[in-house]
C-alpha cells in the first residue's frame, strides 16, 4: 500500500469552509480514481494545519492519479490562504484494532534513518513497536510510511479520542526512545492531530464491506456509488430485480432510502476471501415513503421493521462489481402488514 500526504497550513477560520469543500468535492473524485483504497483527513484546529493522506493499491495507481488530484489540490490551498507540501511514502506496516471515529487523536512522528538499515529497522517496528502499541488502552490503529530513498519514515497512530492520546503520551515516549537506542535513527518531529473522517481501507475485502455498510449508513450516497465499479456492476435482488451498471446502483439507493428514510444496516456477521464476501445483516427502519419495488408500488405504512438479509459481493481491484441480495419477502411484507394470503418466502 502506497500514501499520499498532503501536508496545508492555512488560516485556521477557513478550516471548516476546508473540510466541507474537501468531503463533499474531493472525497468522491479521489476514491474513484482506479487503486484507491480511501482518505483520511487530519487537523489542528488552533494553528490551521491540516493533512489530506490518500492511499492507493500500488505506486503506479497513485502516480497515475497525480494529475486527476491536482486542480483539487490548488482549489483546496487556495481556500484555506494556505501553502502545500506533498509527500509520497510506501505503507509496509497498517495494523489496526478497531476502525478510528471522527474525533479520534492522531499523532504522527517523523523520522530520520538511513536508507540502508531501513529494512531493518521496518521488522524492528513490526516486531517490537507494534505489540507494545497495541497492548496500550485506547489505542486504534497504527503504521509505518516509509521513504527508501531518503530513509525518513513517518509513524502514525490513531487513538479513541484526544484523552486517550493525552493519556499514552508518556508510554509513547519510553517506546521511541527504545526504538531509537535500536534502530540508530533520529526523531524529526512529534505531531498531533485531531481525525476528521477516514474511509482507509486494508484492502481485505472484509474492510471493503464493512466501508460499505458504514457509507450507507451515514446516507453517503457519492461516497457508496464511489465503492462500486459502475461500468460493470451487476446486481440480483428478490422479485427478479436484475440490473447493470449506474442504474444498479442508483435504483438499490432510491429504492430503500426513499421508503425508509431512518433505515440502518446492522452487521450478525461478515465472512470474506481473496475475491468477494457475504454480509449477513439486518435492515432496520420506519416505512414513512413509497416502497417502489419490481411488483409496483406500497404506499407509507409507518410501520418499523427489522427483516434478516444477506448480500454476496464479488470484488476487482477494491471495487463491487457484482452485488447479489437475499431475503424473505413475506416477512418484510408481513412486517408491513401487507402480506397477501397464501404467499410463500423467495429470494
Same mark, same amino acid.
Given at each position: 500500500?502506497?500514501?499520499?500526504?498532503?501536508?496545508?497550513?492555512?488560516?485556521?477560520?477557513?478550516?471548516?469552509?476546508?473540510?466541507?469543500?474537501?468531503?463533499?468535492?474531493?472525497?468522491?473524485?479521489?476514491?474513484?480514481?482506479?487503486?484507491?483504497?480511501?482518505?483520511?483527513?487530519?487537523?489542528?484546529?488552533?494553528?490551521?494545519?491540516?493533512?489530506?493522506?490518500?492511499? #492507493?493499491?500500488? +505506486?503506479? !495507481? *497513485?502516480? =497515475? &492519479?497525480?494529475? $486527476?488530484?491536482?486542480?483539487? @489540490?490548488?482549489? %483546496?490551498?487556495?481556500?484555506?490562504?494556505?501553502?502545500?507540501?506533498?509527500?509520497?511514502?510506501?505503507?509496509?506496516?497498517?495494523?489496526?484494532?478497531?476502525?478510528?471515529?471522527?474525533?479520534?487523536?492522531?499523532?504522527?512522528?517523523?523520522?530520520?534513518?538511513?536508507?540502508?538499515?531501513?529494512?531493518?529497522?521496518?521488522?524492528?517496528?513490526?516486531?517490537?513497536?507494534?505489540?507494545?502499541?497495541?497492548?496500550?488502552?485506547?489505542?486504534?490503529?497504527?503504521?509505518?510510511?516509509?521513504?527508501?530513498?531518503?530513509?525518513?519514515?513517518?509513524?502514525?497512530?490513531? #487513538?479513541?479520542? +484526544?484523552? !486517550? *492520546?493525552? =493519556? &499514552?503520551?508518556? $508510554?509513547?515516549?519510553?517506546? @521511541?526512545?527504545? %526504538?531509537?537506542?535500536?534502530?540508530?535513527?533520529?526523531?524529526?518531529?512529534?505531531?498531533?492531530?485531531?481525525?476528521?473522517?477516514?474511509?482507509?481501507?486494508?484492502?481485505?475485502?472484509?474492510s471493503l464491506i464493512e466501508r460499505n455498510i458504514e457509507l450507507w449508513n451515514a446516507r453517503d450516497r457519492e461516497g457508496w456509488l464511489a465503492a462500486a465499479d459502475l461500468h460493470r456492476l451487476e446486481l440480483q435482488a428478490p422479485g427478479g430485480l436484475r440490473l447493470l451498471g449506474r442504474e444498479a446502483a442508483d435504483t438499490v439507493w432510491s429504492m430503500w432510502h426513499e421508503a425508509f428514510p431512518d433505515n440502518r444496516l446492522h452487521i450478525t456477521g461478515i465472512h470474506a476471501d481473496d475475491r468477494g464476501g457475504v454480509h449477513e445483516g439486518r435492515f432496520t427502519g420506519t416505512h414513512t415513503g413509497t416502497l417502489r419495488g419490481p411488483a409496483g408500488e406500497i404506499e407509507p405504512t409507518n410501520r418499523t421493521v427489522d427483516a434478516p438479509f444477506c448480500s454476496v459481493y464479488e470484488f476487482d481491484e477494491g471495487k463491487i462489481i457484482s452485488a447479489h441480495l437475499f431475503f424473505d419477502q413475506v416477512e418484510l411484507l408481513t412486517q408491513l402488514g401487507v402480506a397477501p394470503a397464501g404467499t410463500s418466502s423467495g429470494s
Open positions: 500500500m502506497y500514501i499520499r500526504l498532503n501536508m496545508l497550513a492555512g488560516d485556521p477560520a477557513r478550516l471548516d469552509e476546508g473540510a466541507r469543500y474537501l468531503e463533499g468535492t474531493v472525497r468522491p473524485h479521489v476514491e474513484a480514481q482506479p487503486g484507491n483504497r480511501g482518505l483520511a483527513f487530519l487537523t489542528n484546529a488552533d494553528l490551521g494545519l491540516c493533512v489530506i493522506a490518500s492511499y #492507493w493499491d500500488s +505506486a503506479d !495507481a *497513485m502516480t =497515475a &492519479s497525480e494529475q $486527476a488530484v491536482q486542480v483539487s @489540490r490548488k482549489e %483546496m490551498t487556495e481556500l484555506m490562504s494556505g501553502t502545500v507540501t506533498v509527500e509520497h511514502y510506501e505503507v509496509p506496516v497498517f495494523v489496526r484494532r478497531s476502525r478510528p471515529q471522527a474525533g479520534a487523536g492522531v499523532r504522527m512522528v517523523r523520522i530520520e534513518g538511513n536508507p540502508a538499515t531501513l529494512d531493518a529497522a521496518i521488522e524492528e517496528f513490526r516486531n517490537t513497536a507494534i505489540p507494545e502499541l497495541m497492548d496500550m488502552p485506547g489505542l486504534c490503529s497504527a503504521q509505518l510510511m516509509t521513504d527508501r530513498i531518503t530513509g525518513r519514515s513517518i509513524v502514525v497512530v490513531a #487513538w479513541e479520542d +484526544a484523552a !486517550a *492520546m493525552a =493519556a &499514552s503520551r508518556a $508510554a509513547a515516549a519510553r517506546l @521511541r526512545a527504545d %526504538m531509537i537506542a535500536v534502530t540508530h535513527a533520529q526523531i524529526r518531529s512529534v505531531e498531533e492531530y485531531r481525525l476528521e473522517f477516514s474511509s482507509v481501507r486494508e484492502g481485505d475485502t472484509r
